[in-house]
């Protein structure tokens, strides 16, 4: 069986994430909302880190990586509150993903 190959992308939020538990659930549903299940189920996305309040890097597959961008940008609303994404950068390793945070003023906060 191969392995999928996955996108980790740097995602900024326009507002601050007041809640981190439940985000990622929230905003996957969010986007199961825009993409439909079987873009869902190729995007497969998930929250690897919270960088701070603001930034999340997040992991999908590679087959449905527009996809996952499009719906990003598209989300106008989670939990009844507004919401803005924005793709500032990708990566095929979580390694180059996480040296380039200095790059936006951001700090590596480990693996966590």
Known sequence: MMRRKRRYMLIESLYEIAYV???ERELALGMLSVMGQL????????????VDSKHFVLC???DGY???????????MLRGKECAFYTLRTSGTLMALR????????F?????
């Open 21 to 23: 538990d439940g985000f």
């Open 39 to 50: 873009g869902f189920h190729k995007s497969n996305p998930k929250i690897i880190q919270f």
């Open 60 to 62: 999908v597959g590679l």
């Open 66 to 76: 527009h996809d996952s961008v499009l719906a990003l940008s598209m989300l106008k």
């Open 99 to 106: 040296s380039s945070l200095s790059e936006y003023g951001l």
């Open 108 to 112: 590596d906060m480990g693996n966590g």
